[in-house]
């Protein structure tokens, strides 16, 4: 698949990119997506959460009512679960949700989300360009003339500059990363891609094994 080299202009440079067909053009694999994705949202949770069980209560242990003769149901102290301010039955603790995916799935789940993204024609290779200095003017400027400036985009860049993702940093439908750090989730987040020149070789040699 070839696409036109356009400069921050939007304006056609001549060039042209080849994109690897292994890479952008493979059946995808939505269930191989499915499992990438659900590691990549399961690795941003904390795991902090957490409810005090009967045991953790502060509160006088009590018992309430005597055993027998009451007409109801036997009562413990007032931490009780059934009470209202009582402990809580297997509530949550603190855990770590991670888990492990194979290297290889994982490759096949991030070369389906771009074969995704080829078929749907939403990738834009633009060439290699930085900022002196954060400019989100500037930053939404370009995205106008690439004209994605409308739908959620994620830049992406051969190496990290600073001053490229501070531009974009405030911007909702923006996200800057670089290529070394591309992820299943943020591919399909996104509804058009934008790929420096230089990024695309980092891609292939990436995804090669």
Same mark, same amino acid.
């Given at each position: 698949?070839?696409?036109?080299?356009?400069?921050?202009?939007?304006?056609?440079?001549? =060039?042209?990119? $080849? !994109?690897?067909?292994?890479?952008?053009?493979?059946?995808?694999?939505?269930?191989?997506? *499915?499992?990438?994705?659900? &590691?990549?949202?399961?690795? &941003?949770? &904390?795991? $902090?959460?957490? +409810? /005090?069980? =009967? +045991?953790?209560?502060?509160?006088?242990?009590?018992?309430?009512? =005597? &055993?027998?003769?009451?007409?109801?149901?036997? =009562?413990?102290?007032? %931490?009780s679960?059934? !009470?209202?301010?009582?402990?809580?039955v297997?509530?949550p603790?603190?855990?770590? *949700?991670?888990?492990?995916?194979?290297?290889?799935? #994982? %490759?096949?789940?991030? /070369?389906?989300?771009?074969?995704?993204?080829?078929?749907?024609?939403?990738?834009?290779?633009?060439?290699?360009?930085s900022?002196?200095?954060? /400019? $989100?003017?500037?930053?939404?400027?370009?995205?106008?003339?690439? #004209?994605?400036?409308?739908?959620? !985009?994620?830049?992406?860049?051969?190496?990290?500059?600073?001053?490229?993702?501070?531009?974009?940093?405030?911007?909702?439908?923006?996200?800057?990363?670089?290529?070394?750090?591309i992820?299943t989730?943020?591919?399909?987040?996104?509804?058009n891609?934008?790929? $420096?020149?230089?990024?695309?070789?980092?891609?292939?040699?990436?995804?090669?094994?």
């Amino acid at each position: 698949m070839e696409l036109n080299v356009v400069n921050i202009k939007g304006e056609d440079t001549g =060039r042209k990119v $080849t !994109l690897n067909d292994a890479i952008f053009g493979i059946e995808p694999n939505d269930h191989a997506i *499915y499992l990438d994705v659900k &590691q990549y949202l399961a690795n &941003q949770r &904390q795991g $902090t959460h957490k +409810s /005090k069980e =009967r +045991s953790e209560i502060s509160g006088s242990t009590r018992k309430l009512i =005597r &055993q027998k003769g009451g007409g109801g149901a036997r =009562r413990g102290d007032i %931490n009780s679960p059934v !009470l209202v301010g009582g402990g809580r039955v297997f509530g949550p603790k603190p855990r770590d *949700y991670r888990f492990k995916l194979n290297k290889k799935l #994982k %490759n096949l789940a991030r /070369k389906s989300a771009l074969s995704y993204k080829a078929k749907e024609n939403a990738i834009v290779v633009v060439e290699d360009f930085s900022f002196d200095v954060p /400019k $989100t003017k500037e930053f939404i400027s370009i995205a106008e003339n690439l #004209k994605v400036a409308d739908r959620r !985009l994620l830049l992406v860049l051969s190496e990290r500059n600073n001053f490229v993702y501070l531009s974009a940093r405030n911007l909702k439908k923006a996200d800057v990363i670089i290529a070394s750090d591309i992820n299943t989730y943020n591919v399909l987040n996104a509804k058009n891609l934008v790929l $420096t020149e230089s990024s695309v070789a980092i891609l292939e040699n990436l995804f090669k094994a």
